[in-house]
């Protein structure tokens, strides 16, 4: 920018500057109707939401310009030129920031606003890696460098049109109007400036007053009355059956049942709803994965960003504590990484007895493809059933397994991604879709792909399970977390809205139910089945958000349902068949349809904000239930005041794997004693950090302690059977101990689970050398 002819700006370079700003906004509005018009969302780039948008983007850049007027009138009179750079700095910023929400907004079809102080900084990488990696690819780059090219381009431009100004005071009284007029304009996400979207909705979140009355001081407590509603259907054996839940990543009720708005591309699922007990008006309680554990297994209410979120978890009871207590093997499988959302937090509070996610896969499975920005997100549905079936299972004890999916999850790259193409565009072929729908599915059938390849992972793990002695006594139950984010969705409920398909062989009977329940009724609903057969030890009271799942096979809504849409977004209530959404009243109707209502709102909102005040009361002082009800009580390792003062002297901040460097070295200095601390500071904080257990295990045996340090790399390996360090350690500690035929036998056991054993060859060999030549020396 050449500025060495100027002494000084006016305010007409000013008005230049704010006419090229909303120029700018312009071009990112249409980008944003044309990427929305390509994907099927909507029905044409130029209508009435983008003249809408063309509005608020006005209001957004009169109220910009009203606060920036006076910030560059100031420094323009106190030094010439510094007010005109602060300016255009800051619109700059301002342009890059509305581009990468448009950009999100468009990936999600749910623009970013307070939910994201429920995000950590790399829950943010980690899902931005995963979706495509848009805010960390070269395209990012060429936008931003294109969009202060325009920026700089229309000013240049505007100095043949822009109009004189005389005074300030008429300009911003001018923008200031145009601000005001765009409050009484209509707006939705997708036409409101997203910046000031998420501007208003921090503002609001921040400044929302949940103080609590407690009549009580546990609201929620109650007695475990919950009426055995699915007693009558199933012909329950002598043993207590084992339970297996399967929450398929992105399962809408748009793609699966009789009437889909997308059927056909859940084969398997569609004829098990044929034979179940099936809930077609099922709500998941939550807008994304975050909250699906917590409501569907524990009836929990939701914290200020979800329940998993909470930073230290009130005593609560679930339903793999209360069947831990009743003698179940409890476990959880996943393909990614369980400690994004806090998941392994979580399931280790409840002392889970098995988790495996991404890290205990081992050599023998195949990870997704990546994406385009290099990254996979974990293991693809069907290597996570095939591992889960390879795992041992005590047929004696009951279980309860749980699976939670990953493949209908962006980037939506299935294996065998061609076949699973082929098979869309049949499907769409020789289908009766309306012409939009199959846009739609045209422009997605990376998303249709991996719904088919979801579905025959599913009916590979249902004949799997056919083939365990135990199967005629166990209980699926499978459902959605939410609904796939980026097809279009028909009205506000839609995210939420998730098929509920209870099957077992056991099942007397099947039935089909339109009335509206959620996933807060699942586990009162599976308890009572379980308590009215076996009598199991119940606590005397429970504190559950949902009762029992509704059964009426006719559409009907008569519970109270508080959904959060994302992290720190609590926007929607459901009372009987009134829908409250973010400032709108709605009519419930059959298939969760909405419509207008004249009546009732302010009903509907004054429950939603005493659940947000009760939310915040019980989650925060941990009043959900008292010490004498919890099973498992979080038994966090403590620390003298002396140990925390030099904890905190040496790690400030949450970055534990940077604790674990610092541990390390304090371990290669000799000082094993504060190493030790450290790492024992780290796992109080994230049981599953594997690096710093390993530390530790070598610690012990540095110090001489060799049993104590075997059994730490033994349950290192359990965790985690691929990771080479833990076998690495391990073959050091038999050496040095003298356990040459354990050594041994270990190399058949890092042989079979770890894709590094290539890395250790050197121990590998030293093993075989030392076991061989115990047994000569045996020998003589």
Known sequence: MNTSTIDSYSLKHYTRLMISFFGCLLVLSIFQYSILYAKGVVDSVIGRSFLIALVHQIGFTSIVGVLLAFPFKFWENFRPRYGFVLVFTLLGILLIIEAMLIAYFCTTLVPLGSDILGYSWDDIKITISNSGGFAISIYLFIGIVFLMTLFFGLYRITSKFYHKISGMYPFTIILFSLFVATLFTEGRPINQNKTQYLAVNLYNSSTEDNTYVADVEYPLIKRPETPNVLGGYFDLKEEKPNIVFIMVEGLGRDFVGEGAEYGGFTPFLDSLTTKSLYWENCLSNTGRTFGVIPSLLGSLPFGKSGFMELEDYPNKLTLYGILKNNGYHTSFYQGTNSSFDNVE???????????????????????????????????????????????????????????????????????????????????????????????????????????????????????????????????????????????????????????????????????????????????????????????????????????????????????????????????????????????????????????????????????????????????????????????????????????????????????????????????????????????????????????????????????????????????????????????????????????????????????????????IQDKIARARREYRKGKVVAAK
């Open 345 to 759: 937090k979580f399931l280790r509070s409840e002392n889970i007895d098995f988790i495996l996610d991404k890290s205990g896969f081992g050599k023998n499975y195949e990870l997704q493809a990546e994406d385009a920005a290099g990254s996979s997100w974990g293991y693809p549905d069907l290597e996570l059933f095939k591992k889960s079936m390879s795992l041992p299972r005590k047929s004696a004890q009951p279980r309860i397994e749980v699976y939670m999916t990953i493949s209908t999850h962006e980037p939506f790259i299935p294996p065998r991604a061609e076949f699973y193409t082929k098979k869309v565009d049949k499907i769409v072929n020789n289908g009766n879709f309306e012409r939009k729908k199959e846009k739609v599915i045209k422009n997605n059938d990376g998303v249709f792909a991996s719904l088919l390849y979801t579905d025959d992972a599913l009916r590979w793990v249902f004949d799997a399970y056919k083939k365990q002695p135990n199967y005629g006594n166990t209980i699926f139950v499978i459902t959605g977390d939410h609904r796939l984010i980026p097809i279009p969705q028909r009205n506000n409920l839609s995210r939420f809205h998730v098929p509920l398909i209870i099957y077992s062989p056991m099942l007397k009977e099947t039935r089909r139910m339109s009335a509206v329940s959620s996933h807060f009724d699942v586990t009162p609903t599976i308890l009572s089945l379980l308590n009215g057969k076996y009598e199991l030890k119940m606590p005397k009271k429970v504190a559950w958000m949902g009762d029992a799942l509704d059964m009426n096979e006719a559409f009907r809504s008569t519970k109270d349902i508080p959904l959060m849409r994302n992290k720190n977004e609590l926007k929607e209530y459901i009372s009987g068949t009134k829908l409250y959404s973010d400032g709108d009243v709605l009519e419930l109707e059959e298939n969760l349809n909405v419509g207008s209502s004249f009546g009732g709102g302010s009903q509907v909102e004054r429950k939603l904000d005493n659940f947000k005040s009760l939310n915040a009361y019980v989650t925060a002082n941990n009043k959900i239930i008292p010490d004498s009800l919890a099973i498992f009580t979080i038994q966090k390792e403590k620390f003298d005041e002396s140990e925390i003062v030099w904890v905190n002297s040496v790690f400030n901040g949450k970055n534990f794997d940077k604790a674990y460097l610092t541990a390390k070295e304090l371990a290669f200095d000799k000082e094993y004693d504060r190493a030790l601390l450290l790492s024992r500071f780290i796992l109080s904080e994230v049981p599953g950090h594997i690096d710093t257990k390993v530390l530790m295990g070598r610690i012990n045996a540095w110090n001489g302690r060799y049993g104590t340090a075997i059994e730490i790399l033994q349950e290192c390996i359990n965790m985690v059977p691929d990771y080479v360090d833990s076998y690495s350690a391990l073959f050091d500690v038999y050496f040095w101990s003298g356990k040459n035929k354990e050594a041994y036998e270990l190399i058949t056991l890092v042989q079979q689970n770890s894709s590094g054993v290539d890395e």
